[in-house]
């Protein structure tokens, strides 16, 4: 496994490679970064992994600062499972002297997390233009967790030359989206976000079958918030083609945000 630290050792690396997997990440790797890195194997050449934490997708300096971080033990998981690069930039190797995102969002797009977090998916984009553009990927990997952030980056990147590939979202056995943020969770509250999946996904369930109408959206809303003395910011049925909001569980998907604590977890079922 070769470490990638700039741009010159990038553009050495990579000079003969074809078909490159990309998976991208923030680091604090955990199982589902995992699965994108096995799919990346199996499908491509060559995989290549990032680790960046990227500062223009925060739009708060303290969740910067907490974002879990463990160079150390990610060089370990990479190197078990024999990922062939990985590129650790600093910031002034992608952004330089420019942190400006030349992305806007459609008003049709600040919806989900976009209503909420204002300028984080300019940010994302931002820095994926960025990486893809000095890595030049065959294949993207990316989870479902962050369907919101999946269905933007195909948007703006799935290509002729570039495909974005969807991989299905990984669970804890208590059915929690695993996510590096878990790790900023006590034993009790990862024990409480795990109840909550439980819920939705019985919640989702019976949807199917008794008909979407917004007042069971709101119920739960209201019972959620009762059981679990939690803060949502969102819980909505979206189509999975292009999130607009449905009334027809078929092909869509229940998103939610909220707070647990001072952590914001984000899921869909």
Same mark, same amino acid.
């Given at each position: 496994?070769?470490?990638?630290?700039?741009?010159?050792?990038?553009?050495?690396?990579?000079?003969?490679?074809?078909?490159?997997?990309?998976?991208?990440?923030?680091?604090?790797?955990?199982?589902?970064?995992?699965?994108?890195?096995?799919?990346?194997?199996?499908?491509?050449?060559?995989?290549?992994?990032?680790?960046?934490?990227?500062?223009?997708?925060?739009?708060?300096?303290?969740?910067?600062?907490?974002?879990?971080?463990?160079?150390?033990?990610?060089?370990?998981?990479?190197?078990?499972?024999?990922?062939?690069?990985?590129?650790?930039?600093?910031?002034?190797?992608?952004?330089?002297?420019?942190?400006?995102?030349?992305?806007?969002?459609?008003?049709?797009?600040?919806?989900?997390?976009?209503?909420?977090?204002?300028?984080?998916?300019?940010?994302?984009?931002?820095?994926?233009? !960025?990486?893809?553009? +000095?890595? #030049?990927? *065959?294949?993207?990997?990316? %989870?479902? =967790?962050?369907?919101?952030?999946?269905?933007? &980056?195909?948007?703006?990147?799935?290509?002729?030359?570039?495909?974005?590939?969807?991989?299905?979202?990984?669970?804890?056995?208590?059915?929690?989206?695993?996510?590096?943020?878990?790790?900023?969770?006590?034993?009790?509250?990862?024990?409480?976000?795990?109840?909550?999946? !439980?819920?939705?996904? +019985?919640? #989702?369930? *019976?949807?199917?079958?008794? %008909?979407? =109408?917004?007042?069971?959206?709101?119920?739960? &809303?209201?019972?959620?918030?009762?059981?679990?003395?939690?803060?949502?910011?969102?819980?909505?049925?979206?189509?999975?083609?292009?999130?607009?909001?449905?009334?027809?569980?078929?092909?869509?998907?229940?998103?939610?945000?909220?707070?647990?604590?001072?952590?914001?977890?984000?899921?869909?079922?």
């Amino acid at each position: 496994m070769k470490i990638l630290l700039n741009n010159d050792d990038l553009n050495e690396a990579l000079q003969n490679v074809s078909n490159l997997g990309f998976v991208p990440t923030m680091g604090s790797l955990h199982k589902g970064h995992i699965s994108l890195i096995k799919r990346s194997l199996k499908e491509c050449s060559k995989t290549l992994v990032s680790i960046f934490v990227n500062p223009t997708q925060f739009n708060n300096k303290i969740d910067f600062k907490m974002y879990p971080r463990d160079n150390k033990k990610d060089l370990l998981i990479l190197k078990k499972y024999r990922a062939d690069f990985v590129f650790m930039p600093n910031i002034k190797e992608i952004y330089g002297l420019n942190k400006v995102s030349k992305f806007k969002l459609l008003k049709k797009d600040k919806i989900l997390c976009a209503k909420y977090r204002k300028g984080h998916f300019e940010g994302v984009l931002e820095v994926m233009k !960025r990486l893809t553009n +000095l890595i #030049k990927p *065959n294949k993207i990997f990316m %989870g479902e =967790k962050d369907f919101q952030q999946l269905y933007l &980056i195909k948007k703006h990147f799935d290509k002729k030359n570039t495909k974005v590939i969807s991989c299905r979202t990984i669970r804890d056995k208590n059915k929690l989206a695993i996510s590096s943020r878990n790790k900023l969770l006590s034993k009790k509250d990862l024990s409480t976000a795990g109840k909550i999946a !439980r819920n939705l996904i +019985l919640f #989702k369930k *019976n949807l199917f079958s008794r %008909g979407h =109408k917004k007042d069971l959206i709101d119920k739960k &809303i209201k019972e959620l918030k009762r059981l679990f003395q939690i803060k949502i910011e969102y819980l909505e049925l979206r189509k999975k083609t292009d999130l607009k909001l449905s009334t027809n569980t078929k092909d869509s998907k229940l998103f939610i945000a909220y707070h647990l604590k001072k952590v914001r977890l984000i899921d869909n079922f």
